[in-house]
């Protein structure tokens, strides 16, 4: 069994940056790839990033590329979305996953969730 907890959302302009950060109580928490999911209401959800179980292989949607950072700290149960120029079409619930499988891309695949926070960006 793993809980996940997300902190670190709210509002920020465009332009700016956001912290995401998931911590997650269990002893298998190294164990498992994490990932990050957004949704808006009305649309489906939508993988963000993921990072494999030792912190060595990460993942990142295109739509994110080169923006958004995922990274890990087995030692604190902590993963860490580091969200840098920050456009309005990235407001959304942010939500922390964790999966079995390596780097997994879809919902499917993951066994526990957050319960989200909300990231606003204004333009």
């Known amino acids: 069994q793993v809980h996940l907890v997300e902190s670190g959302g709210g509002l920020a302009q465009a332009g700016g940056s956001l912290r995401l950060s998931c911590a997650a109580s269990?002893?298998?928490?190294?164990?498992?790839?994490m990932g990050w999911f957004r949704q808006v209401p009305g649309k489906e959800r939508e993988f963000v990033a993921a990072?494999?179980?030792?912190?060595?292989?990460?993942r990142h949607a295109n739509s994110v590329k080169g923006r958004f950072s995922i990274s890990r700290d087995n030692a604190k149960n902590t993963v860490t979305l580091q969200m840098n120029s920050l456009k309005p079409e990235d407001t959304a619930v942010y939500y922390c996953?964790?999966?079995?499988?390596?780097?997994?891309?879809?919902?499917?695949?993951?066994?526990?969730w957050g319960q989200g926070t909300q990231v606003t960006v204004s333009s």
């Open positions: 996953a964790a999966s079995p499988a390596v780097l997994p891309n879809t919902g499917r695949a993951y066994d526990y």
């Open positions: 269990g002893r298998t928490f190294s164990s498992y790839s």
């Open positions: 990072i494999n179980w030792s912190g060595s292989g990460t």
